[in-house]
């Protein structure tokens, strides 16, 4: 039978894995396709050394595979948002289908992309754009079809899940495990986009769409990254019972659906809060199936490229059998995608974590509870540490039961504005995770 023939766009640390994993599952990969997969073109800037590429066609012009007649299907692995997008386009013009990992364009400009490619009649495929190796794009798209889906809860980057871990199980330095993620080839070109939070913002957005059959809407998620988590905090969490984990929250309630990515404090018995190191795992609660949880690598080379190659199969089974389109990209018809509104981020509901330095007076405490319950807010539970040899201060760590943002930012100004309150309030969602 003739082969597919495939143009993959990048050779970095994805690329490379995908051109390899290709050539070692061949045979395996041809058996689930019905059809054997070539690699028939590859465009880079510089090859990679871990690549044996044979008498594959190297172009150092990418644009040469999008235009080039013998591919088939083409894999966009250079990230970015402007020439990859170019790319992809020309790709589709050009009427190839297309794979990507790239979340940040699918989340910004995934709308125009699908939209373009519905013109062409070809398909736009990007599961390894959430959660690396775990197959959560068509789990949701597919597996969980019949459910009405509530909420969903993820650690969707691992970087961040990566340092967070080191640092709280081995008291490790922010920048020496980030030196190391870069190092192992998870951390983005620009790491900003792992530790304020942007990589997950996107990913969560993807996931939002797929899940409540909405547009993507980048331009509507509450971002905070990790960049403020302290080995304090993450101590307090733990002689709390909790983990400090950073989650992107997707859930749809009466008003609209809330979109917001930022550390939280998990119970430590929720199997969340013990996804650790690169692992990624995203908890999805349908009405029907109940919970469900996804979990494994959620970066690397060979991961990654698990999840190119899935898509890689699916459109070559297509194009072998010519059930072109079988599921739309965002899973629902496009005429039923419906534009949700969004809860603004003052009005989400959570349980906090907060922790403050207050000076040990009398007096101070009793303040503090009365301005908390000015705002409605209801105090779960309040530690009071010992102070430190020689200190007139001590730390004190309030936990809330459910408020909205709006009332504790309010609270937190006025307690900031106390004379006995020394610095900065920490705060820190608190999330159950129980429905
Ligand atoms: N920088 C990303 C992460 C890579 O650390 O999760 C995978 O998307």
Known sequence: ?????????????????????????????????????????????????????????????????????????????????????????????????????????????????????????????????????????????????????????????????????????????????????????????????????????HKLVILAALAFGMPLRFDAVYTEGITRVTPQDLGYAQELGYRIKHLGVARQNGEGVELRVHPTLIPEQRLLANVNGVMNAVLVEGDAVGPTLYYGAGAGAQPTASAVIADLVDLARDLSVGQTCRVPALGFARDSLRDLPIVPIEKVETAWYLRMEAQDKPGVMSRVTSIFSEQGISIEGLIQKAPAAAQTCVAVIVLTNKAAQGNVDKAVRAIEALDTINGDITRIRVEALDG
């Open 1 to 201: 039978m003739k082969p597919v023939k495939i143009g993959i766009c990048g050779l970095g640390t994805v690329g490379g894995g995908t051109f390899n994993v290709l050539a070692k599952n061949a045979a395996i990969v041809a058996a689930r396709a019905q059809v054997p997969l070539q690699v028939v073109h590859v465009g880079a800037r510089r090859n990679n050394p871990a690549c044996e590429m044979g008498d594959t066609r190297v172009s150092r012009d990418i644009f040469e595979v999008a235009r080039d007649p013998e591919v088939q299907i083409l894999v966009e692995l250079i990230g970015g948002t402007t020439v990859a997008r170019e790319l992809i386009e020309e790709a589709i013009r050009n009427r190839k289908h297309v794979v990507t990992a790239n979340k940040a364009l699918i989340a910004e400009f995934g709308n125009e992309i699908f939209a373009l490619a519905d013109d062409y009649n070809v398909t736009v495929r990007y599961e390894a754009a959430v959660a690396g190796g775990i197959p959560i794009i068509k789990a949701l798209r597919e597996g969980l079809a019949g459910n009405r889906i509530e909420w969903l809860a993820g650690i969707i980057n691992g970087t961040g899940n990566f340092i967070l871990s080191e640092m709280r199980d081995k008291s490790r330095e922010f920048a020496d495990v980030l030196a190391e993620a870069q190092s192992l080839g998870y951390a983005e070109a620009d790491p900003t986009f792992d530790v304020e939070g942007i990589d997950a913002a």
